[in-house]
Antibody, heavy 121, light 108 residues
Framework: QVQLVESGGGVVQPGRSLRLSCAASGFTFSSYGMHWVRQAPGKGLEWVAV????????YYAESVKGRFTISRDNSKNTLYLQVSSLRAEDTAVYFC??????????????WGQGTLVTVSS | SYELTQPLSVSVALGQTATITCGEN??????VHWYQQKPGQAPVLVMYRDRNRPSGISERFSGSNSGNTATLTIRRAQAGDEAAYYCQVWDSSIAGAVFGGGTKLTVL
């Protein structure tokens, strides 16, 4: 069965960096676009970034553009999100999600359980 | 870019029909997807491309999309349907996904 397991979250000071990982299993990872979606405490879902099946295309929400970098290693079935120049408003649970499409422009049929990033001094 | 408008909350009596809307100008021209999220859990896809149910989702869930409003309908509402529901589209103008603000469904 499809499994997505995020890791790498934690408490980090403003301005610092972190790398989140999402280990995928149960499907052909290299055939699907992948996303990061976040949810601030008590708030709704916010899309963060998408990467196409082969990593050739990446797109970001305006709120994170220039600070976050999405990447993937298809040989390791792993998705990454490098988060830099962190701000208090980046505090959220970060979910990875599998897209139904190669390009990542469809819908999200599987989600991980999320990893919490807390930005605090 | 798209801004999807959902009611903050919807209440429904046990066994009755709940309707959750998602509004945006000409949303009928988009594929709309719906997710259910219970407290402390990851979202679950309950409807894709307006009216298609994923495997394992109850047939009590149905969807429609026309004009300026997409709708998720839950018939014979059960206590287990209590959750937040989010609509979502892909906005090609920004090359990004857009979520509605979410609707908290309460079953009375």
């Amino acid at each position: 069965q499809v499994q997505l397991v995020e890791s790498g979250g934690g408490v980090v000071q403003p301005g610092r960096s972190l790398r989140l990982s999402c280990a995928a299993s149960g499907f052909t990872f290299s055939s699907y676009g992948m996303h990061w979606v976040r949810q601030a405490p008590g708030k709704g879902l916010e899309w963060v970034a998408v990467i196409s099946y082969d990593g050739s295309n990446k797109y970001y929400a305006e709120s994170v553009k220039g600070r976050f970098t999405i990447s993937r290693d298809n040989s390791k079935n792993t998705l990454y999100l490098q988060v830099s120049s962190l701000r208090a408003e980046d505090t959220a649970v970060y979910f990875c999600a599998k897209d139904v499409a190669l390009a990542g422009n469809g819908n999200f049929d599987y989600w991980g359980q999320g990893t919490l990033v807390t930005v605090s001094s | 870019s798209y801004e999807l408008t959902q009611p903050l909350s919807v209440s429904v009596a046990l066994g009755q029909t709940a309707t959750i809307t998602c509004g945006e100008n000409n949303i009928g021209n988009k594929n709309v997807h719906w997710y259910q999220q219970k407290p402390g859990q990851a979202p679950v896809l309950v409807m894709y491309r307006d009216r298609n149910r994923p495997s394992g989702i109850s047939e009590r869930f149905s969807g429609s999309n026309s004009g300026n409003t997409a709708t998720l309908t839950i018939r014979r509402a059960q206590a287990g349907d209590e959750a937040a529901y989010y609509c979502q589209v892909w906005d090609s103008s920004i090359a990004g996904a857009v979520f509605g603000g979410g609707t908290k469904l309460t079953v009375l």
